[in-house]
């Protein structure tokens, strides 16, 4: 069974930053693209990061320069490093894995205040 568990969300004011981080189970991060989705009220899902097998990252606009994807082969765990946060990147933060994004964790809420 594959689980996605996300942590590191919280309330920050807007410059500051938050990491989060995504640690699986039952699947081999490594052996598997995974990426960072959010979705604020109203909004569609949209993916903000992603990496690789190979370590390749991509980014939305909106956040390049700003956020960073990362991962820690040892210890199975993708991070999302969000720093410069404005009060439009609230939302809550999705970890996904796997082909076609098969595999999901249940989200962390990230809200930033102006």
């Known amino acids: 069974q594959v689980q996605l568990v996300e942590s590191g969300g919280g309330l920050v004011q807007a410059g500051g930053s938050l990491r989060l981080s995504c640690v699986a189970s039952?699947?081999?991060?490594?052996?598997?693209?995974s990426g960072w989705y959010r979705q604020a009220p109203g909004k569609q899902r949209e993916l903000v990061a992603s990496?690789?097998?190979?370590?390749?990252?991509n980014y939305a606009d909106s956040v390049k320069g700003r956020f960073t994807i990362s991962r820690d082969n040892a210890k199975n765990t993708v991070y999302l490093q969000m720093n410069s946060l404005k009060p439009e990147d609230t939302a809550v933060y999705y970890c996904s894995a796997g082909a076609g994004w098969r595999y999901w964790g249940q989200g962390t809420q990230v809200t930033v205040s102006s």
């Open positions: 039952g699947i081999v991060f490594r052996l598997n693209a």
């Open positions: 990496i690789s097998t190979g370590g390749r990252t």
